[in-house]
């Protein structure tokens, strides 16, 4: 099994600043692209960030120069870093990660998502 735990929401004002991590663990065997989305009630979940296992970043234009995204393969874990956040930010987000799996039919990939963590950027 898989498991994805997000962290790093919360309550800030415009302006300022929170870093999302996204944690993986389980059984795999490797791991591709991985990206964040966003969500708001009654809205399609929205591409925020991206990055290839090469390391290719790319960004929504709403965010390019705000939001960094990163990640360090050793602790399996992926960052996204917001700043100069503003209202419109607000929502939901979620990881993504694309991994390589076992079973008994074989090895393939699939795409694993987190439970998401809650931003909300108001005064």
């Known amino acids: 099994q898989v498991h994805l735990v997000e962290s790093g929401g919360g309550l800030v004002q415009p302006g300022g600043s929170l870093r999302l991590s996204c944690v993986v663990s389980g059984s795999f065997v490797s791991i591709a692209d991985m990206a964040w989305y966003r969500q708001n009630p009654g809205k399609q979940r929205e591409l925020v960030a991206g990055?290839?296992?090469?390391?290719?970043?790319n960004y929504a234009d709403s965010v390019k120069g705000r939001f960094t995204i990163s990640r360090e393969l050793a602790k399996n874990t992926a960052y996204l870093q917001m700043d100069s956040l503003k209202a419109e930010d607000t929502a939901v987000y979620y990881c993504k990660w694309d991994l390589l799996v076992s079973s008994a039919t074989g090895m393939s990939w699939h795409d694993y998502w987190g439970q998401g963590t809650q931003v909300t950027v108001s005064s």
């Open positions: 990055i290839t296992s090469g390391g290719t970043t």
